[in-house]
């Protein structure tokens, strides 16, 4: 499959199975964010590897979107150690692990492997829950597994707005 047919058809999966995600395939997905481009390339990230039931659980008291996924990703950044741009009021923080999250997500679509992007949490309490350093900020939770049969792409997946409404040219 070509990439514009993989980023096409992968989604966000709302219904995973209980079929484990196999150690290769976790390794190479892992691997897809390690390599991803951060500013200066200080790789900033922090990625978290949630699998055991306990720290399932802790998920499920963090967000009411917990789609049964056997293991999740928190992806975060150590701000101690992002780039500051000029002017002093932002950092790359955000924009380093979305890069991470995003090739992992890519990955593991490329690999039969279904995702759902969350972010429907307060990242401070779900530092606190799993002890993060205070310096490190979560900026995802992504569900990694194995869609249950028949589970399809939502109704609005493959609407999309025509390019000349998205993109201007100046």
């Known amino acids: 499959m070509n990439f514009i047919e993989l980023v096409k058809n992968r989604y966000s999966c709302k219904n995973f199975s209980d079929k484990k995600v196999e150690k290769e395939k976790l390794d190479i997905i892992l691997e897809a ?41 928190l992806v975060a950044f150590d701000e101690s150690e992002a780039f500051v741009y000029p002017g002093g009021k932002y950092n790359t923080g955000v924009e380093d692990a979305t890069i991470v999250a995003s090739h992992m997500i890519l990955a593991a679509s490329s690999l039969g492997v279904d995702s759902c992007w969350v972010n429907l949490f307060d990242p401070d309490k779900a530092r606190e829950k799993f002890s993060l350093p205070k310096n490190e ?32 040219v100046i």
Request: hydrophobic share 40%.
């Open 33 to 73: 964010g390690r390599l991803a481009p951060t500013a200066k390339n200080n790789q900033i990230q922090r990625i978290y590897v949630v699998k055991s039931n306990d720290a399932l659980i802790k998920i499920e008291e963090l967000t009411p979107c917990r789609y049964k996924a056997p293991l999740v990703l």
């Open 137 to 168: 900020k979560i900026v995802a939770m992504i569900d990694l597994g194995y869609a249950n049969d028949g589970v399809k792409p939502l109704e609005n997946h493959f609407k999309r707005k025509n390019i000349d409404e998205t993109v201007k």
